[in-house]
């Protein structure tokens, strides 16, 4: 049985640099709701479609803006999201803390959480939790660092804080934020500094070249390859990653149809298929041990005709939407 994680990192952001509250408010109808003329396309639709199929993802909430900038949006957002049955975790973008003006905090601006010290990064990480018990959130047990910009120090972080699981692991960003790389990759769940990495699931597209299991940036058939290549290997656990924003087009005033279809596709597949998938968050992980010590392998190679054909579709999105 391969377990499936669908994360769906949920986030909003401002085009000014001192944005006012009806700024702040709009940003999250924008990029969280995904406002749109004939109906919301964004976050909850998400919901809506894999309840639709019976299956549980884990929204990854945008922990240091989201609840004290816009609380009451953010309680009623949550709200629906538990009652809708998936789990509320932790996701922070240390490039909201110049806005918060907390003495608490470190003053050093920093892009990625791997920017800070072991201690700074414990007390954010500390706030984060703080401001979700604001919004209704008692217990979350899985992070996920901003941009993948954690490093290994942060899994010492979330440890002083009793975070069990970390998912910032994407070797597609050891250029661009992700400071986690080992001489062997990781490509299941291992222990590091008493927390269970969970590491975002990856392909190879093209002979070595690796792509991540983002639900903007694979077909359909590319992401039902990686599933179907897991559970063959036996490997347990495969995290996908989406963001609230995801289904929108690229105005974020209404859908785009492609990606929607994907996501319904998915869910469709992964509900047909309860023998061999099954969705879960990571607050129902009972024995994270049985998930680590696989041994290392590299991820699967997918084909030409799958490639090529992704390439066509995520042209017409780009000219659709
Ligand atoms: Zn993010």
Request: proline share 5%; charged share 20%.
């Amino acid at each position: 049985m391969l377990d499936v994680f669908l994360t769906i990192d949920t986030e909003f952001w401002c085009r000014s640099a001192n944005p006012t509250p009806d700024e702040l408010s709009g940003a999250f109808d924008e990029f969280i709701l995904g406002v749109g003329s004939s109906r919301n396309w964004g976050a909850n639709y998400q919901a809506e479609v894999m309840n639709h199929f019976g299956v549980k993802a884990s929204y990854f909430l945008e922990a240091l803006c989201a609840p004290t900038l816009c609380g009451d949006k953010t309680r009623d957002f949550v709200s629906y999201v538990r009652q809708h049955g998936h789990d509320i975790e932790i996701h922070i973008h240390a490039e909201w803390l110049p806005f918060l003006a907390d003495e608490s905090l470190p003053a050093t601006p920093g892009k990625h959480m791997r920017h800070f010290s072991r201690q700074e990064q414990a007390t954010i990480i500390a706030q984060a939790v703080k401001n979700l018990h604001l919004v209704g959130v008692a217990e979350p047990c899985a992070f996920r660092a901003g941009n993948f910009g954690a490093n290994w120090v942060t899994l010492q972080a979330l440890a002083d804080n009793g975070i069990q699981f970390d998912t910032s692991y994407n070797c597609c960003y050891f250029d661009a934020g992700c400071a986690m790389q080992e001489d062997k990759g990781i490509s299941q769940p291992v222990m590091r500094n008493n927390v269970y990495e969970f590491p975002v699931a990856v392909f190879r597209d093209t002979p070595g070249h690796y792509r991540p299991l983002h639900l903007q940036a694979c077909s359909f058939a590319e992401i039902k390859y990686v599933l179907e290549s897991y559970a063959e290997r036996g490997w347990k656990s495969c995290v996908l990653v989406s963001h609230s924003f995801e289904t929108l087009n690229s105005r974020r005033s209404g859908r785009d149809a492609v990606v929607c279809r994907r996501l319904e596709k998915l869910c469709k597949y992964l509900s047909e298929h309860p023998d061999k998938y099954r969705t879960i968050g990571f607050s129902d992980i009972g024995s994270p041990d049985e998930y680590c010590n696989l041994q290392p392998a590299d991820a699967p190679q997918s084909n030409y005709f799958r490639t090529v054909s992704r390439h066509g579709e995520q042209a017409l999105r780009r000219l659709l939407y």
